[in-house]
C-alpha cells in the first residue's frame, strides 16, 4: 500500500547527540516536506524538497538539515541534539503540483 | 506571504449538534484550502478540500464553504459524533510547483455525551 514511512516512531537520546529522523514514501511524490509539531499545536514548516538534488528552508528556522538524493527518500538530520530539539517531526510528500499533501506517522523526539 | 487565522481554538459541543470552524487567509492568490484532522498521537489526515472555482463542497457529514471576496472558508460538521473529536487544521495554498501549504493554528474539538 502506497504511505509515507517515518522511523523510527520514538526517540529519547542525551544532549550533543547526533540524530538523523528518517521518511520514505512509495506514494511515487515528487515534492517531500518536513514539519515540526508540538503535540496537538501549530504545524511549523521547516524543510522542503522539489525533487532530487532540491533542498530549501521553510518559514520556521530550524538547526536541522535535510537531503535528497532519492525521490523517495528524504532524511533529516540534527548535527548535535539540544534539549530545544524536543518536539514530533512529521514527514509529508505531495505531488508536484503541491496538492494535496499526505502525512506520515512522525518521530516524537526527547532529548534529555 | 500567506497568513492564515483560525477560530476558535477550542470548541465543545455536545452529540448530536453542529460544530462550525472559520478561517481566514490573507493571500488572494490562494486557491486551495483543505480541512486535516489529527486525533491525538496520530498523523493529520486530509478529511476534505475545496478549489477557489467552488463555494460549497459536501462529504456526508462535513462540508466546507469558500468565500472568496471576503478571504475566508469554513468547515461544518453535522450530527457529531464521540469520534469527531480531535485537532482540526484548516490550511491554504496556490497550486503549483512553489506551492507550499500554509497553516491554521488549529481547533481542538471535543464532542461530549
Known amino acids: 500500500e502506497a504511505d509515507i514511512y517515518q522511523t523510527p516512531r520514538y526517540l529519547v537520546i542525551g544532549t550533543g547527540k547526533k540524530i538523523t529522523l528518517e521518511c520514505s514514501q512509495t506514494?511515487?511524490?515528487?515534492?517531500m516536506y518536513w514539519y515540526q509539531q508540538d503535540p496537538g499545536m501549530e504545524l511549523h514548516l521547516i524543510h522542503y524538497s522539489y525533487g532530487v538534488n532540491s533542498t530549501e528552508k521553510g518559514d520556521l528556522s530550524s538547526e536541522s538539515t535535510v537531503s535528497r538524493i532519492r525521490t523517495e527518500h528524504f532524511p533529516l538530520t540534527l548535527e548535535s541534539a539540544r534539549p530545544s530539539h524536543t518536539s514530533q517531526y512529521l514527514c509529508a510528500s505531495s505531488e508536484i503540483g503541491g496538492m494535496p499533501q499526505h502525512f506520515g506517522d512522525g518521530t516524537r523526539l526527547s532529548i534529555l | 506571504g500567506e497568513n492564515v487565522e483560525q477560530h476558535p481554538s477550542t470548541l465543545s459541543v455536545q452529540e448530536g449538534d453542529s460544530a462550525v470552524i472559520k478561517c481566514t487567509y490573507s493571500d488572494s492568490a490562494s486557491n486551495y484550502f483543505p480541512w486535516y484532522k489529527q486525533e491525538l498521537g496520530k498523523r493529520p489526515q486530509l478529511i476534505i478540500d475545496?478549489?477557489?472555482?467552488?463555494g460549497e463542497k459536501k462529504d456526508q457529514r462535513i462540508a466546507v464553504t469558500l468565500n472568496k471576496t471576503a478571504k475566508h472558508f469554513s468547515l461544518h460538521i453535522t450530527e457529531t459524533q464521540p469520534e469527531d473529536s480531535a485537532v482540526y487544521f484548516c490550511a491554504a495554498s496556490y497550486t503549483g510547483t512553489a506551492s507550499k501549504l500554509t497553516f491554521g493554528t488549529g481547533t481542538r474539538l471535543q464532542v461530549t455525551l
Open positions: 506514494m511515487g511524490h515528487d515534492k
Open positions: 475545496i478549489r477557489s472555482n467552488v
